[in-house]
């Protein structure tokens, strides 16, 4: 995976109904690492990481890069969208292509955020890189995650084996 690129980074806060995208700053640090070491957000993303290794590998600002915002909910960060290039995925139909990820703390799930926040993101990416669809690789068995696809309006492409698991691979196309 790379960043976007030459996007216009970063961009005017995106609000939503609820929500704000923003890019990430250093009094996001302790959220990242609590998104990093749950054990419950990384069901299905190969396990956690040790809290004690990423209070000493996380840098002051993380994650500051084109196409990562962090998602607020009156001024606490909840969550995390990746918005990158995959280059080098092992899926030849994806590799290359623009590709979302999303993890959000437990304590926000089930309540529409992740699904208003990503299609925020969406919005932006098809303004700033016009015609383009999106990819996106989630473990079928992770059943919030492929539900929350479906809304944003990804379809399959294939089903393939990785990482002990069988993958699913969603495309939405670019918008019209
Ligand atoms: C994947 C993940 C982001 C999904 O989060 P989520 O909160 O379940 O997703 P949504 O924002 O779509 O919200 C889902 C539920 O909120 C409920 N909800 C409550 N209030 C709502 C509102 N005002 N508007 C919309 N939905 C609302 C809906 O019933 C919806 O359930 P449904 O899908 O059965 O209709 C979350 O489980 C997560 O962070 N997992 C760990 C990381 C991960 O696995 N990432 C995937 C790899 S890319």
């Known amino acids: 995976m790379s960043d976007l690129g030459h996007v216009a980074w970063p961009p005017e806060l995106i609000r939503t109904e609820r929500l704000v995208l923003r890019e990430p700053e250093a009094r996001y640090r302790t959220t990242f690492i609590e998104l990093r070491a749950s054990p419950e957000v990384h069901t299905y993303l190969g396990g956690p990481r040790p809290r004690d290794e990423l209070e000493r590998g996380t840098p002051e600002v993380p994650e500051r890069w084109p196409g990562s915002f962090v998602v607020e909910l009156d001024g606490t960060m909840i969550g995390q969208i990746l918005l990158r290039r995959a280059v080098g995925h092992r899926r030849p139909v994806a590799a290359g292509k623009a590709d979302l990820g999303y993890l959000f703390l437990p304590k926000a799930w089930g309540r529409g955020y992740a699904a208003e926040a990503c299609a925020a993101a969406l919005d932006w990416f098809d ?22 696809a479906a809304k944003l309006g990804f379809t399959e492409v294939e089903r393939f084996h990785a990482w002990d698991a069988e993958q699913w691979l969603g495309l939405r196309p670019p918008a019209m």
């Not at 890189?129 to 996106?136: K, W």
Request: net charge neutral; no cysteine.
């Open 127 to 148: 303004g700033v890189v016009p015609g383009e669809p999106v990819v996106l690789t989630t473990q079928s068995a992770n059943v919030a995650s492929m539900r929350l």
